[in-house]
């Protein structure tokens, strides 16, 4: 391949991926044109694209972006996927995918520059919370202690509330009321 047919690649990389932080690397060789159709519509519907990319090309791509930490993963066939609502869900997507057939091979996944090497950094990674599901846990985590507080302020009353309906059974149904000694 000749070097300005290379370097227009490397520039569609950089076009295609501008903006692209967090994605994962798999290598979808060997899995059978029918199924592989199915995997990339499946993903498709969830907004998560794949590109098969050439790992000389895409190191050159990559370089001074947030993908450059996938540079260990880019050995032997690699496609990039990438997109959906984060990459925690792309990759508990693919690794539902990885089940299903099993050509498919999860090489590896970067999050905030971090890389998760392999089948099990990725599975690793689809076990973190998504930002909205980390998001709810702060809500929550901030509004436990006003909850507790409330709670323990109105305890008394609702303790009193309850004695008072007791009593308030008990002379209905006739019944005396002793004195608790």
């Known amino acids: 391949m000749s070097r300005p047919v290379k370097n227009m690649i490397v520039q569609e990389y950089q076009r295609r991926f501008d903006g692209v932080s967090d994605a994962l690397l798999v290598d979808i060789r060997g899995i059978p044109a029918n199924e592989n159709n199915e995997l990339r519509l499946g993903l ?3 907004d998560i694209r794949v590109t098969v990319i050439r790992n000389t090309l895409a190191r050159d791509a ?31 997507e693919l690794v539902d995918w990885a089940k299903k057939i099993k050509e498919l ?8 520059g971090q890389y998760f090497d392999g089948d099990a950094g990725v599975k690793e990674l689809s076990k973190f919370p998504t930002r909205e599901e980390a998001q709810a846990k702060v809500v929550q985590l901030i509004l436990s202690p006003a909850s507790n507080l409330v709670g323990g302020a109105l305890a008394p009353g609702a303790n009193l509330l309850a004695i008072v309906k007791e009593i308030q059974d008990r002379l209905e149904d006739g019944k005396t009321i002793e004195k608790a000694g």
């Open 62 to 92: 990559f370089a001074g972006t947030g993908l450059e930490g996938l540079e260990p993963g880019l050995s032997g066939p690699s496609a990039l996927c990438y997109g959906g609502t984060s990459v925690v869900d792309t990759a508990r």
């Open 44 to 46: 498709l519907k969830k």
């Open 105 to 112: 091979d999860l090489k590896g996944a970067i999050l905030d």
